[in-house]
């Protein structure tokens, strides 16, 4: 058994989705439920009996430690966080509570179970806290690449929360012994992600006709790893990594946002070309910069593939094309998760902005 946190977001529910597939172990998933968590992402196993799901938070100490001491679970593995930057620059409580303080009641909930595990299970035990290349700070254009050695230099609300989560994991490991695994990966792309990051949000807007709006020059430098190879490499660091380690995890593929947007636009154009025969590049309006925004991320994924034997199987141009390809094959999907919440933000954040 293995209690996973955070798992109907993005990269959780499509971690338990290729665990489930995988493995017969079963998962007990518990979320709270904001905005970007979306039961309906797993509903292929709503009534798999080795999928339990739980609504809560992790900052719940005591619903932690029940599920805990009721499930007994091998691993815990913590997704659970507010992750999106332009909402941590208009609320960044919310990031504080939830980032930090949940991290901090996590452990404690999780350190009193592992501490009263019998010796063969509590030397089994181990939790792993999946993070972001965004605690690195930014990167000059001829900087080398983050490694694990890389100080942390974050710039927005998120990423200094996440910052501050990833010293608490690592001052529990120090200070307590609590046996824990560290992941910091790049930009993740894919299925089911939640349509205010960058691809879903130039695929969501280009098929509604509406604005493709690009930060700035649109010149800001990702690296961009396909979601279901970061979760083959959670699994990976999980099964193998050495206890209090770091393990970066990126996919190799550092690009431009204005490319991103140019890629997504000619794949439309390939594969849901518009009535009139114009591109969906016209569609494309640059918008005032976000404040405090980093120029450039890279991640150097050499140490997990060289102790631990990780490298991506999706090339950029392979991952894309299965992207675009799985939300022109699911708008029921997209419709459901917009709701009035998410049409309320994006109506914030961009009003006004947007180039004409």
Known sequence: MILVTGAAGFIGANFVLDWLAQSQEPVVNLDKLTYAGNLETLASVQDDERHTFVQGDIGDTALVARLLAQHQPRAVINFAAES????????????????????????????????????GDKAAFRLLHVSTDEVYGSLGAGDAAFTEQHRYEPNSPYSASK?????????????????????????????????????????????????????????????????????????RVLEAGQLGEVYNIGGWNE??????????????DELRPKA???????????????????????????????????????????GIRKTVQWYLAHP?????????????WLQTQYAGTVAA
């Not at 910052?163 to 046996?179: C, E, F, I, K, W």
């Not at 690009?255 to 439309?268: D, G, M, S």
């Not at 309006?285 to 990780?310: N, Q």
């Open 84 to 119: 999106h930057v332009d909402r941590s620059i208009h609320s960044p409580e919310d990031f504080i509570q939830t980032n930090v303080v949940g991290t901090f009641r996590l452990l404690e909930a999780v350190r009193a179970y592992w501490g009263n595990l019998p010796a």
């Open 255 to 268: 690009k431009p946002n204005i490319e991103i947007v140019n890629t997504v636009c000619a794949l439309l």
């Open 163 to 235: 910052a501050a989560s990833d010293h608490l994991v690592r001052a529990y490991h120090h200070t307590y012994g609590l046996p824990v695994l560290t992941t910091n990966c790049s930009n993740n792309y894919g299925p089911y992600h939640f349509p205010e990051k960058l691809i879903p949000l130039m695929i969501v807007n280009a098929l509604a006709g509406k604005p493709l709006p690009v930060y700035g020059d649109g010149m800001q430098v990702r690296d961009w790893l396909y979601v279901k190879d970061h979760c083959s490499a959670i699994r």
């Open 276 to 318: 009139d025969g114009s591109s969906y590049r016209t569609q494309i309006s640059y918008v005032k910069d976000r404040p405090g925004h980093d120029r450039r991320y890279a991640i150097d994924a050499s140490k997990i593939e060289r102790e631990l034997g990780w490298k991506p199987a999706e090339t950029f141009d392979t």
């Open 332 to 344: 029921e999907w997209v419709a459901n998760v917009q709701s009035g919440a998410y049409r309320d």
